[in-house]
Each structure stands twice: as structure tokens, then as C-alpha cells.
């Protein structure tokens, strides 16, 4: 498994809805194991720094989308943003997962 990551903006939008739900909506159909979408506190990149205020809270603030899913479902949903002409920044980790208590 690996975990797909995507950096979006709360207010994107793509086919009438936000992106990250788009997003989500995509991996979910795919078969994806699970995502979740978190609203980013501060951080840095590309375009400098970010962090969010009392005033951004209902516009444009960094969200994450998480994605964990097979390498291959993963090339699947990345092929289905490029042909809907998204342009997002993404990354991709292996990943272990369990439950605490349970043998792995």
C-alpha cells in the first residue's frame, strides 16, 4: 500500500463540487482502502509561506487529501486527474498499516 498525497486550496473547485471531495469521490470509486481530506494549519512550499487565520477560515486554505490505496489503483486515479487536465501537486509513500493491540 501507499499513501497519495495531494495539496489543494479549499475553494478549488472541479465538475461543480471542491476538489478534495472530487478527489476523494474518484479514489472512493476506484476501490481506493480509504482518504480523508485535513484542513492545513501553516506550512511552506512552492509559492512561500501559509498559515491560517480567523479570516481565511471559510476561503482559500491549504487542504490535504490523503489517499491510501495500491500502487496500481493509485496510477489509475493519477492518469484520471491528468485527463481531467488538473494540474496538482501530489506525492507518494509506501506505507505500513494495522490496528494497535492486533498482531501485524
Do not use: C
Request: hydrophobic residues 45%; charged residues 15%; negative net charge.
Amino acid at each position: 500500500m501507499e499513501l497519495l498525497r495531494f495539496y489543494v486550496q479549499q475553494n478549488q473547485r472541479h465538475a461543480g463540487m471542491p476538489i478534495y471531495e472530487w478527489l476523494l469521490k474518484e479514489a472512493h470509486t476506484l476501490g481506493a482502502s480509504g482518504g480523508t481530506a485535513f484542513h492545513a494549519l501553516a506550512g511552506f512550499g512552492r509559492h512561500g509561506w501559509h498559515s491560517q487565520s480567523f479570516f481565511e477560515l471559510a476561503g482559500d486554505v491549504p487542504v490535504a487529501v490523503e489517499i491510501i490505496a495500491a500502487p496500481e489503483l493509485q496510477d489509475v486515479l493519477l492518469q484520471v486527474i491528468r485527463t481531467a487536465k488538473l494540474n496538482l501537486p501530489w506525492l507518494r509513500v509506501p506505507v505500513q498499516h494495522g490496528y494497535t493491540g492486533q498482531d501485524t
